[in-house]
């Protein structure tokens, strides 16, 4: 049974810090997702990864896959205060596009 | 183009009611998804559909069916609600077809349902 952990749950960080969100999955997962959710609102997707070494990076964010490790990473460079929301990685299991969803991290990022 | 909807945005329902969520999808895709999302426990899938007219369980389907008549809906009913089933729904869809993309599932606004 595929399960999903992402730590930390909680994370401040200071404007301007680096920081990484872990994520562990038990099982052979197809692919990987991030999303980013703020408060009252829905999911939005942040990066799809597909393949060991996949690596993708939008603005002041970067996630890596490491399928051997079964880890994947969210990097966060030189934190803004627009990057405070919720960030969830999910891992595929089946052919049938299942996620299976970590319970998110909580970023807030400080002046 | 108005990607997935949900609707009721808020209900309140009393223990023992009924009542059924309707999600649309306008891309054409064929897998749609059901999914509660409670504090603290992320986002969690009760049943999913790889196309018309089929449905399967999730992780926690028990106290909801499910119907897939369209391809553009997918309903998620509640026969007798259960204050346990307070929570936030979302729903999902995404498509089988590679050129489309890979496989990335596009969520509706979000349902969110108080039992008392």
């Known amino acids: 049974e595929l399960k999903v952990e992402q730590n930390p749950l909680f994370l401040s960080m200071q404007e301007g810090k680096n920081y990484t969100i872990y994520c562990n999955y038990s099982?052979?997962?197809?692919?990987l997702y991030w999303y980013r959710q703020d408060p009252g609102k829905s999911l939005e997707s942040l990066f799809v990864?597909?393949?060991?070494?996949a690596v993708k990076q939008e603005g002041r964010l970067m996630a890596s896959l490491d399928t051997k490790a079964r880890l994947s990473t969210l990097h966060i460079t030189a934190a803004v205060h627009d990057l405070s929301a919720t960030y969830f990685c999910?891992?595929?299991?089946?052919?049938?596009?299942?996620?299976?969803f970590g319970t998110g991290t909580l970023l807030a990022v400080q002046p | 183009n108005a990607g997935v909807t949900q609707t009721p945005k808020f209900r309140v329902l009393k223990t023992g009611q009924s009542m059924t969520l309707l999600c649309a999808q306008d891309?054409?895709?064929?897998?749609m998804y059901w999914y509660r999302q409670d504090p603290g426990m992320g986002l969690r899938l009760i049943h999913y559909?790889?196309?018309?007219?089929?449905?399967a369980k999730g992780e926690v389907p028990d106290g909801y069916n499910v119907s897939r008549l369209k391809k553009q809906n997918f309903l998620l009913g509640l026969e007798s609600a259960a204050p346990s089933q307070t929570s936030v729904y979302f729903c999902?869809?995404?498509?089988?077809?590679?050129?489309?993309?890979?496989?990335?599932?596009?969520f509706g606004p979000g349902t969110r349902l108080t039992v008392t």
């Open positions: 999902a869809s995404s498509s089988l077809i590679l050129l489309a993309g890979p496989y990335e599932q596009y």
């Open positions: 099982t052979t997962s197809d692919r």
């Open positions: 990864l597909l393949s060991n070494g």
């Open positions: 999910a891992a595929e299991g089946g052919a049938t596009n299942k996620l299976i």
């Open positions: 891309m054409n895709h064929e897998y």
């Open positions: 559909s790889v196309g018309e007219g089929t449905t």
